[in-house]
């Protein structure tokens, strides 16, 4: 039973535009959802977070919003630039009981950024 | 600061051997989780420790066991290898088993069983 999941494979988009990547999960007993980037031969790198209790959380290029009725979040990356080229993980954080801090992972989406 | 480190970087064992993946966690930092990540698929967690105590198990068979070390850093060890076994393994660490605290992960022990 996949709880969270990236239904989009993969991206491509232009530099300088905005990219768009969606993340869904059935679950609602987790307290944060966080987006990491991997580059491959490396560890996923943590990005942004954002507490079930918000809507939207900004940290320079990179925006976070949560549809809670939707069970629904993206990440929104404006302006794309090539180095953002890579796969980025959404996952989400246990709330409570045996699942307290684990984080659950979607499949990954593979963004390419074109100069 | 270092970040977190993980050895060996890669490893190749034969079915039915056992294996030992070390984790040192970023300094200050008192929990660690594992985690496996096999090809086109995310990370899927395996155990999260606490101050030396296991906080979470995920949905894995006991082959797979760990343990935290008192100064934090942990050993993974996977026993009875299968084919399936074989995987990035990330270790990743924070600053408290739960609350606000995002997770570090090091770079990974590339596991091949043969």
């Known amino acids: 039973d996949q709880q969270v999941k990236q239904n989009s494979p993969s991206l491509s988009v232009q530099e300088g535009r905005i990219s768009i990547l969606n993340c869904d999960y059935t679950?609602?007993?987790?307290?944060?959802f966080l987006w990491y980037k991997k580059y491959p031969a490396e560890g996923p790198t943590f990005l942004i977070s954002?507490?079930?209790?918000?809507d939207k959380n900004e940290d320079g290029r990179f925006t976070v919003f949560l549809n809670k009725s939707a069970k629904h979040l993206s990440l929104h990356i404006v302006p794309s630039q090539p180095g953002d080229s890579a796969v980025y993980f959404c996952?989400?954080?246990?709330?409570?009981?045996?699942?307290?801090?684990?984080?659950?992972f979607g499949q990954g989406t593979i963004l390419t950024v074109h100069p | 600061d270092a970040g977190v480190t993980q050895s060996p970087t890669h490893l190749i064992k034969t079915r039915g051997q056992q294996v030992t993946l070390r984790c040192s966690p970023i300094s200050g930092h008192k929990s660690v989780s594992w985690y496996q990540q096999v090809l086109g698929q995310g990370p899927q967690f395996i155990f999260q420790y606490y101050e030396k105590e296991e906080r979470g198990r995920g949905n894995f068979p006991d082959r797979f066991s760990a343990r935290q070390f008192p100064n934090y850093s942990s050993e993974l060890n996977v026993n009875a290898l299968l084919l399936g076994d074989s995987a990035l393994y990330l270790c990743?660490?924070?600053?408290?088993?739960?609350?606000?605290?995002?997770?570090?992960f090091g770079p990974g022990t590339r596991l091949t069983v043969t």
């Open positions: 990743a660490s924070a600053r408290a088993g739960g609350g606000p605290y995002e997770q570090y």
């Open positions: 679950n609602s007993m987790f307290d944060y």
């Open positions: 954002i507490s079930s209790i918000k």
């Open positions: 996952a989400a954080r246990g709330a409570g009981g045996t699942s307290y801090g684990k984080l659950t």
